[in-house]
């Protein structure tokens, strides 16, 4: 009889592999039934139809992210669109008026005429921009840098006519406000000083202003009639409120403000600082006035600075000028809007509250702007 080992394979050195399972068909799959060969069951048909059916309803909402996307984006183009279109069509024009230097009385007034002119003419932008004054402002209309712009009537026609200070005419500017004040020559000292009228500034330091300024060549003038130039005293170049700190440190002997009463600066100064106003004796008044007839013999109220007595000096009216090749239907609005709401141009400074339509055509050196004369002939201020 023969005896059967009970010896493992293992034991043996005999390999042992786990025998393959056939896959199985199964009701929750037809891959199984299809590989066997056989025809797919009821289960697996369901199985295959509610695939079918989730990968259809997965394109339709990838096809319908895709639609809404490109709606999207068409709306948000015609957004831009629209807003590019009406900003084209409601397209600001830009102007720029050359006022003056801080710490005196034109930046402030050129402020309120370009508030006036963006309040009251539609579709108009106007900025403001300190300069150093009337001569350079003529020189900016001149040479198609500024718009509008504020000078003493004298320096405009210097510069229209091509004299000095100026080396070319600037036969572009014209007329937009014959008068809108008076500028005064203010010629201050410390209530101490030895000086006593305008006339003793030879030997002396003396700040003329600011450089550019319109004030300078009228200067020049004044002081040749009393036969004093520039080379008998120091001429200092310096903005207002450096001036007159400059003056309170006793580093000059006098500064002049050629400006309209109350200067800004000098009110600030007077704060801390006790001062004197030199005078134009009327010898020298009469001289200067009949060989430059833009000149006024005018007088300074001593309650405008609290001063002891009132001040003889001279004056010359101040101008606001425009370019020329600003069209005819703009410089019309423009002075229509100054002219009707003068009120407010009165309020910015005291010495606007003379103001008034008639100054507007009081002496003017260089033709009137088309536009402004149209406006003027219109309400009876000129024939």
């Known amino acids: 009889m023969h005896k059967f080992s009970t010896a493992s394979p293992k034991s043996l050195g005999l390999t042992v592999r786990p025998a393959k399972r056939v896959p ?11 590989l066997a060969g056989g025809s797919v069951t009821r289960g697996a048909t369901h199985s295959g139809r509610r695939f079918r059916r989730l990968r259809d309803e997965n394109l339709c909402i990838i096809r319908a992210r895709q ?9 948000i183009v015609a957004a831009f669109a629209l807003v590019f279109l009406s900003t084209c069509g409601e397209r600001e024009t830009l102007l720029s008026i050359a006022a003056g230097p801080s710490g005196g009385s034109w930046h402030p007034i050129g402020g309120v ?7 009251y003419v539609p579709g108009i932008r106007v900025n403001v921009e300190s300069t150093e004054g009337g001569v350079q402002n003529v020189r900016l209309l001149g040479t198609d840098q500024a718009d509008i712009g504020l000078s003493i009537a004298a320096t405009a026609l210097n510069g229209y006519q091509g004299d000095l200070p100026y080396k070319q005419s600037f036969p572009n500017i014209r007329t937009l406000i ?24 030879k030997g002396q330091r003396v700040v003329l202003g600011p450089p550019g300024h319109g004030a300078i060549p009228r200067q020049r003038e004044v002081y040749q009639e009393m036969g004093i130039s520039f080379e008998d005293f120091t001429p200092i ?19 002049v403000l050629y400006m309209a009463p109350p200067a800004p600066s000098l009110l600030e100064f007077a704060v801390t600082n006790k001062f004197r106003m030199l005078p134009v004796s009327e010898e ?18 001593r309650d405008v600075y609290g001063l002891s007595e009132d001040v003889p000096t001279l004056a010359t009216s101040s101008v606001i000028l425009v370019r020329e090749e600003i069209s005819e239907e703009l ?5 229509k809007a100054i002219l009707e709401h003068v009120d407010e141009v009165q309020a910015i400074h005291p010495s606007m509250q003379a103001f008034n339509p008639e100054m507007a055509v009081l002496g003017p050196v260089v033709p009137f702007h088309k536009g402004a004369e149209r406006y003027f002939k219109e309400v009876g201020l000129l024939d």
Do not use: C, W
């Open 331 to 335: 410089v019309y609005q423009i002075t």
């Open 113 to 119: 005429v370009g508030n006036v002119i963006n309040k």
């Open 178 to 201: 014959a008068t809108f004040q008076l500028g005064y020559l203010q010629m201050v000292v410390l209530e101490n000083s030895d000086l006593r009228s305008v006339a003793d500034i």
């Open 24 to 34: 199985t068909p199964s009701a929750s799959s037809a891959y199984y039934s299809t």
């Open 237 to 255: 170049y310096l903005p207002f409120r450096d001036s007159l700190q400059s003056l309170g440190d006793r580093r000059v002997d006098a500064s």
């Open 284 to 301: 020298h008044r009469k001289k200067v006035i009949e060989k430059y007839p833009y000149y006024l013999s005018e007088t300074i109220a």
């Open 67 to 75: 639609v809404m996307k490109r709606a999207f984006t068409q709306i």
